[in-house]
């Protein structure tokens, strides 16, 4: 399960995530406590691709509880309806 507790999000994240990082569409960031993100969550490398949540815990450290993912996905949707 990507971003379960106690581990790394980038293991057990299945065909979803292990593509992307074996092209090197995604990357980890240098600790491997998450995906490499831009300050919004957007994936470099990966144009209109966001992270959300554990795979930000690089650049973000609070990313795992409620209040911070509802908070990210706020952001996020205020990003992408900006944008339109």
């Known amino acids: 399960m990507v971003g379960c507790l106690g581990g790394s ?20 960031e240098a600790l491997g406590l998450g995906l490499e993100v831009e300050p919004d969550g957007a994936l470099p490398g990966a144009p209109g691709l966001y992270a959300v ?20 996905a706020e952001a996020l949707g205020r990003l992408l309806a900006a944008a339109t």
């Open 53 to 72: 949540g554990p795979l930000r815990r690089g650049r973000l450290w609070e990313s795992t509880a409620i209040p911070e993912l509802r908070l990210q």
């Open 9 to 28: 999000p980038l293991s057990g994240g299945g065909p979803l995530l292990e593509a992307p990082l074996r092209r090197g569409t995604v990357t980890p």
